[in-house]
């Protein structure tokens, strides 16, 4: 299946900062990519679809100029948390969209944000 | 308007035995259903799915169980083991939405 990083894995901010977080797809070209949020104890929510080469389509309640999302390549999508407050601290992840013929989604390991 | 409900927050089971994660969902517009595995600080992985025209699908331990009658699915891990504890979801393909998930335990 599809190899997806991202990077940091865990970041300590503190509010005010911007925070940006790569996703990387390792070995294969990704037009689409998408980014959850998970609080804990809650489900994956996702925030957004990055498109390489056009505007990223938020979810309804996401705010576009918070969560700054940025396709700059087949291989890379970059999320920017801009000007973080505690309550942005989540767990972050982005994933491929749905492949093959079960639908499969292939999820990046993972950023633990700590906005301080 | 929660589409997929995985109603029981944790399930813990002893080793060996068989564990049930249950999970419902409200719209039957759905080609495939499919179940993650998560551990802490690390994303999803994906574990098994079934299609909607069947009622069954069995990988090793893993079997998943579709009554689409009830909007209803299950997961069974038999044997279960340590290695299963982790955060289980059900997902539905269309929005790409998840339920809360079931932490199981597997007691040693």
């Known amino acids: 299946g599809a190899v997806v990083s991202q990077h940091p894995s865990w970041v300590i901010c503190k509010s005010g900062t911007s925070v940006k977080i790569e996703c990387r797809s390792l070995d294969f070209q990704a037009t689409t990519m998408f980014w959850y949020r998970q609080f804990p104890k809650q489900s994956l929510m996702l925030m957004a679809t990055s498109n390489e080469g056009s505007k990223a389509t938020y979810e309804q309640g996401v705010e576009k100029d918070k969560f700054l999302i940025n396709h700059a390549s087949l291989t890379l999508s970059t999320l920017t948390v801009t000007s973080a407050h505690p309550e942005d601290s989540s767990f972050y992840i982005c994933?491929?969209?749905?492949?093959?013929?079960?639908?499969?989604?292939?999820f990046g390991p993972g950023t633990r944000l700590t906005v301080l | 308007d929660q589409q997929v409900k995985q109603n029981s927050p944790s399930l813990s089971v002893q080793e060996g035995r068989i564990s049930i994660l249950n999970c419902d969902y409200t719209n039957s517009m759905f080609d495939y259903f499919l179940w993650y595995k998560k551990y802490p600080a690390e994303g999803p992985t994906f574990l098994i799915s079934?299609?909607?025209?069947?009622d069954k699908n069995e990988d090793g331990r893993f079997t998943v169980f579709l009554n689409k009658s009830a909007k209803h699915l299950s997961l069974h891990i038999v044997p279960s083991q340590p290695g299963d504890s982790a955060v289980y979801f059900c997902?539905?393909?269309?929005?790409?939405?998840f339920g809360k998930g079931i932490t199981l335990s597997v007691r040693p």
């Open positions: 997902s539905l393909p269309s929005k790409l939405t």
């Open positions: 079934i299609s909607s025209i069947k």
């Open positions: 994933s491929t969209p749905p492949q093959g013929w079960d639908n499969e989604q292939f």
